[in-house]
């Protein structure tokens, strides 16, 4: 079956504006992860959606960021007002997730942001 | 709160040279260890992992024990291929709460012919 979707998969913006991130995870998958992944900062948890649960927003950086997971399927992050320290590969992953401790997040290839 | 430690790369090797990534870990109660590994230009592939102490993760030559007593999870490989060269990331999951991945550094392997 198909794997982790993102799109765009490179996204070069101007500071200040408003960018959406699209992230398709894999059919029949209850939980989904946005990372950062960046050079100062490394990969970084930003935000944790588990089926009809309140999300963990315990990771965004700032008030900049958002995310919306739709029917419990695709996920959206958006950043607003962006700014140049925003620039870093966006990753989204998926996981079953039933409190077992073991079952494996699948990434998806990542958005390129830059923020110029 | 929790944390991973990993040595930091670059580490260059020859071909069917030994490797170790040294790991170790803070974290309260018992999570899952995990090593994921970044090829050039792919995304992030879980490796192998162990969900208690003393268990074993292996997979395509690579080995890591979960060790307890030491907070340890090194990754090793006795004889590694121009094909292994990646970034590794080793990360731990909590076994409460948050089941988000916490990540170390990286550490970038270059193998040469």
């Known amino acids: 079956g198909a794997g982790v979707s993102q799109s765009p998969s490179n996204k070069v913006t101007e500071k200040g504006k408003d960018v959406e991130l699209r992230c398709d995870p894999i059919s029949g998958h209850t939980a989904l992860y946005w990372y950062r992944q960046s050079l100062g900062q490394g990969l970084e948890f930003l935000i944790y959606f588990q089926g009809n649960s309140a999300p963990d927003k315990s990771g965004l950086p700032s008030d900049r960021f958002s995310a919306e997971r739709t029917g419990g399927s695709v996920s959206t992050l958006t950043i607003q007002r962006t700014q140049q320290e925003d620039s870093a590969v966006y990753l989204c992953?998926?996981?079953?997730?039933?409190?077992?401790?073991?079952?494996?997040?699948?990434f998806g290839p990542g958005t390129r942001l830059t923020v110029t | 709160g929790n944390s991973v430690t990993q040595m930091e790369g670059p580490v260059t090797l020859s071909e069917e040279a030994f490797l170790t990534i040294n790991c170790t870990y803070t974290?309260?109660?018992?999570?899952?260890l995990f090593w994921y590994v970044q090829y050039p230009g792919e995304g992030l592939q879980l490796l192998l992992k162990?969900?208690?102490?003393?268990d074993k993760g292996s997979n395509k030559g690579f080995e890591a024990t979960y060790r307890k007593e030491t907070t340890s999870f090194h990754l090793e490989k006795g004889s590694v291929q121009v094909s292994d060269s990646a970034v590794y990331f080793c990360?731990?999951?909590?076994?409460?709460?948050?089941?988000?991945?916490?990540f170390g550094s990286g550490t970038r392997l270059q193998v040469q012919p």
């Open positions: 974290a309260t109660g018992y999570p899952s």
């Open positions: 990360a731990l999951k909590r076994d409460t709460g948050r089941r988000a991945l916490t």
């Open positions: 162990a969900t208690k102490a003393d």
């Open positions: 992953a998926s996981s079953l997730e039933s409190g077992s401790l073991s079952y494996e997040q699948y």
